[in-house]
C-alpha cells in the first residue's frame, strides 16, 4: 500500500532563516506531488505541484520554493522566512488524472517567530 | 477558473442531530467533486467523491452528499452525528478534462462541532 511521509512535525523557526520540508512518498511511481498551505480561517492554498522529477509548476508567487530531486521526493525550501510563511504545510499525492483522489501527510506546523 | 464556496464557516450540532454542510462550486467546465475532512492537528482524509453516475454518492463514516448540477451544489449531510465527527470539511472541486493535472481546489472549511 501507498504511504506519505513529511518531516519535520514541528518547527519554529527564526525570521530570516532557512527552511526545509521534505516529503516521500512509497508504494507508486511518478506519483503528481504537492505541497499545500493551511492557514487559519483561510482554507487550504496550493503552493507548488509536479508531474515529474525536477518539474515544478508554482500556483502562488511568493518566498518559497519547491524541489523535485526524486520521483517520489518533494521538497519545500525558503532562503529567508518571514512571518507571514507560519501555518500548516501539507504534501500530497495522486496518480494525476483528474477524478483521482489526492492523499495527505500528516502536515508539519512551522511557526516563524 | 474553479472556485468552492462554503458557505458556513461553523456548524454546532447536538450528539445524533442531522446535518449538512452547504458547499457551492462555479466552473466553465464539467467537474468532478470531493469532500475531506481533517481532524485536529493531521492531514486531510478522503471522505468521498462524485465522477459520475449516480448523484448521491456515499462515503465513509455514514457521510452522503448529493451532486446537483443546476445548482452548482455539492451538499454533505449524515442523519445522526457522533462526537468523533467533531472536525473540520473541506468541499473540493477539480476539473474533469484533464486540464489541470487532477489539482484540487479547496473552499475554506467549515468546523463541525458536535456537542453532547
Known amino acids: 500500500s501507498q504511504t506519505i511521509h513529511q518531516w519535520p512535525a514541528t518547527l519554529v523557526q527564526p525570521v530570516g532563516s532557512p527552511l526545509s520540508l521534505e516529503c516521500t512518498v512509497e508504494?507508486?511511481?511518478?506519483?503528481?506531488l504537492y505541497w499545500y498551505r493551511q492557514a487559519a480561517g483561510r482554507g487550504l492554498q496550493l503552493l507548488f505541484y509536479?508531474?515529474?522529477?525536477?518539474?515544478i509548476s508554482s500556483e502562488v508567487p511568493q518566498n518559497l520554493s519547491a524541489s523535485r530531486p526524486q520521483d517520489r521526493q518533494f521538497i519545500l525550501s525558503s532562503k529567508k522566512l518571514l512571518l507571514s510563511d507560519s501555518g500548516f504545510y501539507l504534501c500530497?499525492?495522486?496518480?494525476?488524472?483528474?477524478?483521482?483522489?489526492?492523499?495527505f501527510g500528516e502536515g508539519s506546523w512551522l511557526t516563524v517567530v | 477558473a474553479q472556485s468552492v464556496t462554503q458557505l458556513d464557516s461553523q456548524v454546532p450540532v447536538f450528539e445524533e442531530a442531522p446535518v449538512e454542510l452547504r458547499c457551492n462550486y462555479s466552473?466553465?467546465?464539467?467537474?468532478?467533486l470531493f469532500w475531506y475532512v481533517q481532524y485536529p492537528n493531521q492531514g486531510l482524509q478522503l471522505l468521498l467523491k462524485?465522477?459520475?453516475?449516480?448523484?448521491l454518492v456515499k462515503g465513509i463514516n455514514g457521510f452522503e452528499a448529493e451532486f446537483n448540477k443546476s445548482q452548482t451544489s455539492f451538499h454533505l449531510r449524515k442523519p445522526s452525528v457522533h462526537i468523533s465527527d467533531t472536525a473540520e470539511y473541506f468541499c473540493?472541486?477539480?476539473?474533469?478534462?484533464?486540464?489541470?493535472?487532477?489539482?484540487?481546489?479547496f473552499g475554506k472549511g467549515t468546523k463541525l462541532s458536535v456537542k453532547p
Open positions: 500530497a499525492w495522486s496518480l494525476g488524472s483528474s477524478g483521482n483522489t489526492i492523499y
Open positions: 508504494g507508486t511511481s511518478n506519483p503528481n
Open positions: 509536479s508531474v515529474g522529477i525536477g518539474q
Open positions: 466552473s466553465s467546465v464539467s467537474v468532478y
Open positions: 462524485y465522477l459520475s453516475g449516480s448523484t
Open positions: 473540493a472541486v477539480s476539473d474533469s478534462d484533464g486540464g489541470s493535472q487532477g489539482n484540487l481546489i
